[in-house]
T-cell receptor, first 109, second 114 residues
Framework: RKEVEQDPGPFNVPEGATVAFNCTYSNSASQSFFWYRQDCRKEPKLLMSVYSSGNEDGRFTAQLNRASQYISLLIRDSKLSDSATYLCVVNRQGGKLIFGQGTELSVKP | NAGVTQTPKFQVLKTGQSMTLQCAQD?????MSWYRQDPGMGLRLIHYSVGAGITDQGEVPNGYNVSRSTTEDFPLRLLSAAPSQTSVYFC?????????????FGPGTRLTVL
C-alpha cells in the first residue's frame, strides 16, 4: 500500500462544475499537508497548505481529518485553466515529503 | 531572483556512464531535495538536505549520491547509469517543511538511459 494515495482519475468535468479530490495517508506521525498543482511536463507548484481547521483560497477549499488520515480538495466553479494534475503531499516526520501519484483534472468547455 | 535552476534540461546517457545533475537556488533556503517522477508513480524523494553539510536518504536513494557543500548548490550524482533511472528529475528548495512553507521546484531534467 502506498503511503499517500489519491483518487486515480482522470476527472473530466464541464466548466462551472464542482469537483472534489480525495487523499489518504498511512503514517499517523505526518505533520503537515499540502496540495500541489502540476501542469503537463512542468514542475509542481504549491496550490495550498492544508490546516486542521480547513482552509479556503478563492474557489479552492482544503480539508484535513487527522483521525481518518484523510485530506480533500474541493474546486468550485471549475475553469478551463484548472486543468492540471493535483498532487497530495504529506510531510512525514523527519523532513521527508511524500507525494501521492496525482489526480488528473480535465475541464471541458 | 532566478529561483531554482537545474542543468541540463535534457540528457541521454549510455548504461554505465556517470553524470552529475546540477541544482542551484538563490533564495537562501536551508532545505533542498531531489525527486524523480515516473509515469503513474508521482514524485519520489531521492535525497534531501536540511542545510550545508547535512544530507539524508529519501525513498529511493540507491544509485545516487548527493553532497551539500554550500547553501546554494545541491548536485545529484548518478554513479553508474541504468535504464531504470530513465525519469524526470526535479530539484526543490524551501525554508522548511512546516505548513505554509512553499517548496519551490526547478524546471526538471529529463534523463534517458539507453
Amino acid at each position: 500500500r502506498k503511503e499517500v494515495e489519491q483518487d486515480p482519475g482522470p476527472f473530466n468535468v464541464p466548466e462551472g462544475a464542482t469537483v472534489a479530490f480525495n487523499c489518504t495517508y498511512s503514517n499517523s506521525a505526518s505533520q503537515s499537508f499540502f496540495w500541489y498543482r502540476q501542469d503537463c511536463r512542468k514542475e509542481p507548484k504549491l496550490l495550498m497548505s492544508v490546516y486542521s481547521s480547513g482552509n479556503e483560497d478563492g474557489r479552492f477549499t482544503a480539508q484535513l481529518n487527522r483521525a481518518s488520515q484523510y485530506i480533500s480538495l474541493l474546486i468550485r466553479d471549475s475553469k478551463l485553466s484548472d486543468s492540471a494534475t493535483y498532487l497530495c503531499v504529506v510531510n512525514r516526520q523527519g523532513g521527508k515529503l511524500i507525494f501521492g501519484q496525482g489526480t488528473e483534472l480535465s475541464v471541458k468547455p | 531572483n532566478a529561483g531554482v535552476t537545474q542543468t541540463p534540461k535534457f540528457q541521454v546517457l549510455k548504461t554505465g556512464q556517470s553524470m552529475t545533475l546540477q541544482c542551484a537556488q538563490d533564495m537562501n533556503h536551508e532545505y533542498m531535495s531531489w525527486y524523480r517522477q515516473d509515469p503513474g508513480m508521482g514524485l519520489r524523494l531521492i535525497h534531501y538536505s536540511v542545510g550545508a553539510g547535512i544530507t539524508d536518504q529519501g525513498e529511493v536513494p540507491n544509485g545516487y549520491n548527493v553532497s551539500r557543500s554550500t547553501t546554494e548548490d545541491f548536485p545529484l550524482r548518478l554513479l553508474s547509469a541504468a535504464p531504470s533511472q530513465t525519469s524526470v528529475y526535479f530539484c526543490a528548495s524551501s525554508t522548511g517543511l512546516a505548513g505554509g512553507d512553499t517548496q519551490y521546484f526547478g524546471p526538471g531534467t529529463r534523463l534517458t538511459v539507453l
